[in-house]
């Protein structure tokens, strides 16, 4: 691995610090001016076209290279910057996908809200009953002239509560492969005939409405709304697995996670004596630190094949599931650390950190069932990357 910066990617990092030393004040005053400050962020970035910075130049984005995104990616996080945008989904999924399988009439249509932070998209994965196997989805979607209508369910969908359309995968022809019968539909939420249900979390008010059941009764979407062509779906859903990127982002929060479980140590003790005494315990960040280390050193590999061109659809597998497995450990660390502190008492004094190591605690399947659980992960890399068979 060589990442000797080029003179070019060594001027654009001093243009983003010099970006972020002009235009971002310290956190405590983003707070007081509250709404007012991150619309002008987004107005600002949107302007430098940071935004959507893996886009096309000619869709609207910046046409960054790998180590440019690299680059910027890793000064917002070490500046603790808001995020490029508000619409995750919508520029992480659908945006890319209205690029490189849509029509002309919808990348006009969808993606300046993308890039202007005006939309709000949810992706319509799950269902009940289906699991992991995506594949076997029964959202049914029948062709009736210029629409469809859509009868069916989907769980699990991350802020549809709040979101303006969901990005689904429906079932438009169950009479051949379940491969080749699903279709990729862009349907706004406001559509007669949907619903959304709140999911209840055991973790709180914290994680209130983040997941939700959506439902489809009788739904007319317009063909116009069919992205790519019918059957394409399980293609265009595959694709953003190549979009996947090399997870060095979850290695910046892991090091500052890290130093506030140090910090949380060093104020707790074990059977009576300081916690930072006990050789257990140290044995124990420290394997942390080396795990987070190896996670670096993964994400450098594979932002090398990226750079190279060689990336695949599975090198992505690796780091989430290292990446979810050390989330885990370090939460269930802190909850021992915190031995009869451990009951979230919410955002008071009260509650030590104000809660977040109960949250992280009791939020861990966002992160690691999201995207795929740990066995999907292990049977990704098993059978695409170890070549192994899979009976």
């Not at 917002?76 to 029509?103: C, E, H, R």
Request: charge should be neutral; aromatic fraction near 8%; include cysteine.
């Amino acid at each position: 691995m060589d990442f000797d910066l080029t003179p070019e990617e060594e001027a654009f990092r001093s243009e983003v610090r010099e970006f972020l030393a002009a235009n971002l004040p310290p956190p405590a005053e983003r707070s007081k001016l509250g709404a007012d400050f991150i619309n002008e962020w987004w107005r600002k970035i949107r302007e430098k076209r940071w935004i959507g910075f893996d886009w096309p130049r000619e869709m609207g984005g910046g046409g960054g290279t790998v180590m440019q995104q690299y680059i910027l990616k890793e000064e917002m996080l070490n500046a603790k910057a808001p995020p490029l945008g508000s619409d995750y989904t919508g520029l992480g999924w659908v945006g890319p996908a209205v690029i490189q399988f849509g029509t002309d009439e919808q990348r006009k249509r969808f993606l300046p809200d993308i890039l202007d932070s005006k939309s709000a998209w949810c992706t319509g994965y799950s269902e009940p009953g289906v699991g992991s196997d995506l594949a076997s989805l029964r959202c049914r979607a029948v062709r009736d002239g210029d629409d469809y209508v859509v009868n069916g369910q989907k769980i699990w969908i991350s802020l549809a509560h709040i979101g303006t359309g969901i990005y689904t995968m429906v079932r438009t022809d169950p009479d051949v492969s379940k491969y080749d019968g699903i279709s990729c539909l862009l349907i706004p939420l406001n559509t007669p005939g949907i619903e959304v249900r709140p999911i209840k979390s055991f973790a709180g008010d914290h994680f209130k409405d983040l997941y939700n059941e959506v439902f489809f009764h009788d739904v007319r979407v317009p063909v116009a709304n069919r992205v790519g062509r019918e059957g394409q779906g399980w293609e265009i859903l595959c694709s953003a697995l190549q979009r996947e990127r090399s997870g060095i982002a979850e290695v910046n929060r892991h090091h500052k996670a890290l130093e506030r479980l140090i910090k949380l140590a060093a104020t707790s003790r074990i059977a009576g004596e300081p916690a930072l005494e006990n050789m257990e315990m140290r044995k124990r960040l420290a394997a942390f630190d080396a795990r987070i280390e190896a996670c670096r050193l993964t994400g450098l590999r594979v932002l090398t094949r990226q750079v190279q061109g060689k990336l695949g659809d599975s090198d992505a597998s690796i780091g989430k599931l290292h990446n979810c497995n050390l989330l885990v450990a370090m939460s269930e660390t802190a909850m021992e650390l915190l031995g009869g502190a451990s009951p979230y008492l919410g955002d008071t004094e009260a509650s030590v950190g104000r809660g977040k190591w109960q949250i992280g605690a009791l939020g861990w399947p966002t992160t690691v069932i999201g995207g795929g659980t740990p066995n999907i992960q292990k049977n990704i890399i098993a059978e695409r990357i170890l070549g192994l068979p899979k009976d």
